[in-house]
């Protein structure tokens, strides 16, 4: 039946959410309010769950091709589906890495044969290698419009500065993985006291935070567009916006994981608690979580980053960095924002 009522859930709106009815014919809703008569229709009982628009994630590893054991864009998407999202952005980190019209093209075709619609973030660079620009023209004319390296920032400011100044003209924009590799090096949890105490070694808060403002200042050279990826502490959130203060052309994003785990998460040496940007210290979650309440992130994005439980399942030192986000990604910024706010954070930049 293509007509059908969802009972007993709760409405979320721009500015409020309600407990409601809805009323749905050939795809168009046609009625919201409390104890509809329907008239023929089926109805769902949606007692528990909240009803709205779909939600957007601007970061998701879907790991095809090169790792399907850990996750493909069809177990991706029916993941995205479980937490509420109606469409992905898949992340250019496979292997190969997402560097060519080809490539890209075999991920879109496979993505609009999955539960939800799949947008692909193509390479800044030639394999991920941050020497070579990959062909930023061709992949926007295929629709591509957000290019990144991510998994590793584009170390080289000269490539950077002529990434953006490429990417200016053909209208997409550039996203930054902000960690200096030099300064991670080694790094496997945030560098402080809880590494010194767990003998760890330390990924400081500063490698995040120099590259966010090498590439501000690199964006007020351009006057490009650029996305910042995952950031993980207050300074860095500052510099995001007190430069777009200054009239630049910048979003960022954080993470569920970021906003209610902090450094002390890694004592037990559990490995899923290792990512890249690490948990950082408790008054930087604090921080995050106050602005997300004031209404002051641009968006909210899973990094979701899936791994075959054999590599995962190692010395936390030895795992790979990644956590799933994708199916409690919602509930966690619920949780963070208050029961009684919408949930309108999940936003499309």
Sequence with gaps: MSRYVLRGGVVVGPTEARRADVLVDEGRIISVGTDLDVGRAEELDCTGAWVGPAYVDLHSHLREPGAEAAETIHSGARAGVRGGYGALVAMPNTEPALDSVSLVRDVLERGRSSALDVAVCAAITVGRRGERLAPLGDLAALGVRLFSDDGTGVANPLVMRRALEYARPLGVRLAQHCEDASLCAGGVMNEGEWSRRLGLGGRPAIAEEIMVARDLDLLRLTGGRL????????????????????????????????LVLDESACAAYDPIMKVHPPLRAASDVAALGELLRQGRLDAVATDHAPHAPETKDQPFDEAPAGMLGLEHAASVVHEVLGANRPLDLFRVL
């Excluded at 993980?232 to 970021?258: C, I, M, N």
């Design 227 to 258: 996305h910042l990826l995952h950031l993980s502490t207050a300074r860095a959130v500052g510099l995001a916006l007190a430069a777009r203060a200054e009239g630049l052309d910048v979003t960022f994003e954080v993470t569920p994981h970021h």
